[in-house]
C-alpha cells in the first residue's frame, strides 16, 4: 500500500458487514474496523498470521451498484476478543485488491466508519 493509504486514519465500522473467504464461501467474520490499507475483524474462529486469504465483502446498494468487492488480505494479528472470549479480534492488512473495488472499500470507510477518539487511535489494535 502507498504512503497515502497508511496516512488515513482507522474507524470503527457502524454497519454490519459479512465477509466471506471467497474460494470457499465460507463465513468469515463481521468488519469491526477499516483503513484505507486495512481492516479488523470479530471471528468465532483464530486464523494463523501472515495467512493470505482471497475475501469477498456483500455490498448494499447505498455504496456501489456492485453487489460485492473481492479483494486478497494477509492476517497481521489475531487475539481473543477482551470483551466476548467466544469471538477473536483479527487484523488484517490488504494486499491485492481491483482499483474498482478499492473505490467501493473507500465509500465504506467513509460512509459507514465512525471516526474513532484519539486514545483509540494511539492504541495497539494497528493491523499494518
Known amino acids: 500500500m502507498d504512503t497515502e493509504r ?3 486514519s482507522r ?3 457502524s454497519y454490519y458487514m459479512r465477509v466471506t473467504d471467497e474460494t470457499s464461501g465460507e463465513f ?3 468488519l ?3 483503513s484505507a490499507s486495512g481492516f479488523k475483524l470479530d471471528s468465532k474462529k483464530s486464523l494463523p498470521l501472515n495467512m493470505v486469504f482471497k475475501m469477498r465483502i456483500e455490498q448494499t446498494g447505498e455504496i456501489s ?3 460485492f468487492v473481492v479483494f486478497t488480505a494477509r492476517t497481521k494479528w489475531c487475539r481473543r476478543d477482551e470483551y466476548d472470549v467466544s ?3 483479527i487484523g488484517f ?3 491485492n485488491i481491483s482499483q474498482t473495488d478499492y473505490d467501493v472499500f473507500m465509500k465504506m470507510f467513509n460512509m459507514y466508519g ?3 477518539n484519539s486514545s483509540q487511535e494511539n492504541g495497539t489494535t494497528s493491523w499494518s
Open 11 to 13: 474507524r470503527n465500522f
Open 6 to 8: 497508511r496516512n488515513l
Open 65 to 67: 451498484n456492485k453487489s
Open 114 to 116: 465512525a471516526q474513532k
Open 87 to 89: 469471538l477473536y479480534d
Open 93 to 95: 492488512q490488504l494486499v
Open 32 to 34: 469491526a474496523d477499516i
Open 28 to 30: 468469515i467474520g463481521h
